[in-house]
């Protein structure tokens, strides 16, 4: 199965990391960075017809960015039948609050140090 990554990254400089990366890795044919806000992103995915079995969200914490991509993710169905989303987070009681009130529950939580990842799947 080959598969392919998108990156999206609004820093320039982070950005860049991500590239230095790819091409340590030889992974640049895999991959697409895309140098915006995360809601530019997800709309030039969408209209590029790109879904996704797999997204792993880690926004700026503290930043309210999270459950808000969830939102737009599920509203331009980017996330494929059965697919997961990973969000990373510093706050999870927050995150599972949030995500609560729109009608999302978790299907796994796991802790590594001060970050937490929030697993949400897709059932179709």
Sequence with gaps: ???????CEKSHNASKMIYQNLTKTRFEKQSTVIEKDYKDCLKILKNENITFDLIYIDPPYRMNFA???????LKLNLLN???TI???TDDEA??????KQIG???SDL???GRASLI???RKE
């Design 1 to 7: 199965m080959h598969g392919h990554v998108y990156f």
């Design 67 to 73: 459950v808000d991509s969830v939102q737009r993710i």
């Design 81 to 83: 039948e059965n697919g």
């Design 86 to 88: 990973i969000l990373e």
């Design 94 to 99: 927050r995150e599972l609050k949030e995500l």
């Design 104 to 106: 999302l529950e978790a």
């Design 110 to 112: 796991r802790k590594y």
């Design 119 to 121: 697993f949400l799947d």
